[in-house]
């Protein structure tokens, strides 16, 4: 999606950096004054709002970002219990979910000291269905004055930004009973001060929109589209756009790609055909990505991309032979599994995770599917499940042992350079959350800690 497609305030307010990192029994006195500062801040701004941030490309914001690191150089706290989700922030807070006890978990954690300052139990756990998994998988999401978290267990609650739920509730008990094979991934997606999670499973699938303030539900869209068994599954994040002035849910999975009114839920178009062959295991989790009017859907379990003229695609309707008119181009010799792809400037970028080209980064042109670089990066026996991130002219991608690639001058047509690979001492198995901007540095969530990285 372009940038002028979902207008996001990036401006930041600056931070006092402290190298101290406290316990999660630490609610003393600081806890108490940050916050209310962050109660009381009425300019405290949305830095990095949801899983891929302010225009769902994953591209950071401006400003002055570390290249090259270690351990030595980070700070960090350790994140209780189980959970993969990738931070947000607002202001000098970030935000993520852990399933800690058994129960689920919003966590606030300021940036000063790293210290969590709330925890705020939100359901059951019910989660760790896979390895790589847990039951609070999905990100967080932020307008700036609420956060909203969702998880495994069906609990969708919405908090304001010291943890004190404003609503919840719960989609299973309303909409049925969970059926994926693993944990959830999916993340829900804030558009016109509605919240939407989209549930694509094998039983009744849907989208569904609820008023961030109230909780009431503004409408649900039944996407039962047909797929085979598994192929009915997706862990995909819903994408914002807009078209010709209307505000649209874009959704890829199950083996197809939809296009929703985000103010009524009507159903603009539909597109399938993803899994011509009918194979019965191509759960998606990789989400699409949007860049101008084209949007690129991963799918295959990493072995086709595909990109579509969003316009086309509403022009068609729900005509499905008008609708293959849509698609522009086809690739099933470049794909990513897990890792979303991100994009800038009519260009979207791929990490590969399969087997056979596992570790090289692709930049496409959004608009003719044309490869215009690939590179490799440095071999290793860790897989890729983070998605990138657009930093300026550079790309960081960090692996499953939580090593991150540094890749500079990624928007001409040369193939870039490998500038740096970075370590922390935390790599076991699996760091999931993809990197994160803050002011003047990163933070990256491993498997146990949340490290903060300078520039």
Known sequence: MSDAHLPTSLSFVRWTLLTSCFGIAAFASNAIQAAESVASDKNAQVVWPQWRGGTQQGVAPSGDYPVKWSEADTTKCTIPGSGASTPIVVGNRAFLTSGVDGKNHLLGIDLDSLEITFQTSLGEDRGNKHRKGSGSNPSPVTDGSHVVSYFRSGDLACCDLNGKVVWKTNLQERFGEDTLWWDLGSSPMIVDGLVVVAVMQTGPSYIVAFDIESGEMAWKDDRMVPAPEEAAQSYSTPLATEIDGKKIVAVMGADHLTLTDAETGERLGTLGGFNPNQEKYYRSIA????????????YSRGGTLTGVDMEALIAAGEDAAAAKAAILWERDDVGSDVPTPAAKDGVVYVMSDGKQDRGTLYALSAETGET???????????????SPLIVGDRLYITDEAGVTSVVENIAGDAEPKLLQTNEVEDDEQFTVASPVPFE????????NHLYKVEG
């Open 372 to 386: 215009l670089w690939q590179t490799k990066l440095e071999r290793t026996r860790a897989s890729y499940s983070s």
């Open 287 to 298: 989400s699409p990505v949007i860049t101008g009017n084209v949007i690129a859907c991963p």
């Open 440 to 447: 003047g540095g990163l933070l990256l969530r491993t498997k």
